[in-house]
């Protein structure tokens, strides 16, 4: 039965990445009136989620300035280099450790910036009727983040791999996970072509 009471949600963003095949921070790429950080960041904001915490590494300094203002906790992994797992796990451990006491965390990338509020709350809905499942993202060629993931998973979010992303634990548990489909919105922005082709519009799931 889901619970009466509403969530507490923590929404991790992964945005330590060095953006080596784009050759810059693709985190502060203009995206409409921002960047692309900043959007990320304005959508989390929109929705039911308790707090919202960003985990940066790489370009820390360059990124902060531009962040700073906005109602967030920013963390500076010192291990970014060794992959999204281990922003994830540093996420969820300070997440954890907040005063809050969170029901489930909602891990989201910084480079999906089709990936609005309306899709984040469409997962929290979904994640409030099934208060113990797993709640990912179908993206049209692989389930995963963005997800939401209950309070059952933080052990084993917090000691994941640093080479492995949240896929990796939405696939050990695929029969406990619940799918809302958003292959309208789910591409990567990992070069520059990919980036130019969205500002222009283009694209194909």
Known sequence: MPSLQEPKIAQIILAAGTSSRMGEPKQLLPWHQTT???????EALKTETSSVFVVLGAYYDLIYEQVHHFPITILENPNWEMGMGSSIRFGVKTAIQDKLTFDAVLISLVDQPLIDAIHFEALISKYKE??????????????????IF??????????????YGARYIIEK???KTKV????????????MKEYQDLVQGKFHS
């Open 36 to 42: 692309l950080i900043g959007h990320a960041i304005q």
């Open 150 to 163: 209950p309070a059952s998973y933080f052990d084993e979010l917090a000691m994941l791999k640093s080479d």
């Open 180 to 191: 809302i489909t958003a292959t309208d919105k789910g591409v990567d922005v990992d070069t």
């Open 130 to 147: 099934n208060p113990e499942s797993i709640v990912a993202t179908n993206l049209g060629k692989r389930i995963g983040a963005p997800g």
């Open 173 to 175: 548990y695929k029969d």
